[in-house]
C-alpha cells in the first residue's frame, strides 16, 4: 500500500473540531482508495516542513498564530502545482492568498482579523453558519460536480466570514471557478482549474467522519496526491 505525507496546515487544538475530524476523515479516505496517510501538522508559526509533504490542507481555526505562514504554505502549494484543500478558515486564506499574489491586491485583508483594511476580500456573512447545515448548489461540469456526483449537496459550516462578492469579477477573470454557492448565490466553493487540483470550500468536509462517513472530496484530494 503507497504511503503519503499530507500537511496540516493549522494551530492544532482538541477544541477545534474540525482538527480532531481532520486524520480521521483521511484516514477513512486513503481506506477507500487504499492509501496510508502520514498526517503531518503545520503549525503556521512555522511552515518550514511543507516541502516534505505530498499535499497540503490548510484546516479551519483561523484566526490563526501567523497568518503569513498560511498564505506562504498556500502559496507553496499553488505555484508548485501541489494537491491543495482549503476548508473554511483555509478557504478564506486562500482567497487572501490569491488576490495578494496573484491579483497584485496587496492590502488584501480578512475582517475578522483587520477589520479597517481597504480591501476586505473576506468578510462578514450576512448571516452567521456557525454549527449549521445548508443545501449547496453546485456549478455544472465543476470539479465539485463531478466530485459528488450529483448537482445538490448538504454540507455542514462553523464560520461567520467568507467571500466578498464585490471581488468576483477579479477572481473569475484571472482564471479562478466559484463552483458551489448556497440558495442566496453566496459563493461556497472555488476551484482553479488550471492547477492540477486546488479547491477551498467554506463549508467543512471533514466532519463527515465523525459519523464515520467517507467523503468524496477528500477522497479525490488524496486520489490526486498518489497521483501526482
Known sequence: MRSVRVGVVGDYSLKVTAHRAIPRALELAGAEIKCAVDVLW???????????CAGIWCAPGSPYASTDGALEAIQFAREKNIPFLGTCGGFQ??????????????????EETDPDAPELVVNR????LIETSRAIHLKPGSRLARIYGC??????YHCNFGFNPHYEPLFEAD?????????DGGVRALELPAHPFFIGTLFQ??????????????????????RS
Open 151 to 156: 448537482s445538490e449537496v448538504t454540507e455542514t
Open 175 to 183: 482564471g479562478i471557478e466559484f463552483t458551489a454557492r448556497d440558495a
Open 125 to 128: 456573512l450576512p448571516c452567521s
Open 205 to 226: 468536509p471533514e466532519r463527515s467522519a465523525l459519523t464515520g462517513g467517507r467523503h468524496p472530496l477528500i477522497a479525490e484530494f488524496l486520489r490526486q496526491i498518489t
Open 42 to 52: 503545520l503549525h503556521t508559526n512555522d511552515v518550514s516542513r511543507k516541502e516534505e
Open 93 to 110: 486564506h486562500a482567497v487572501i492568498e490569491y488576490a495578494r499574489n496573484r491579483l497584485g491586491i496587496s492590502a488584501a485583508a480578512h
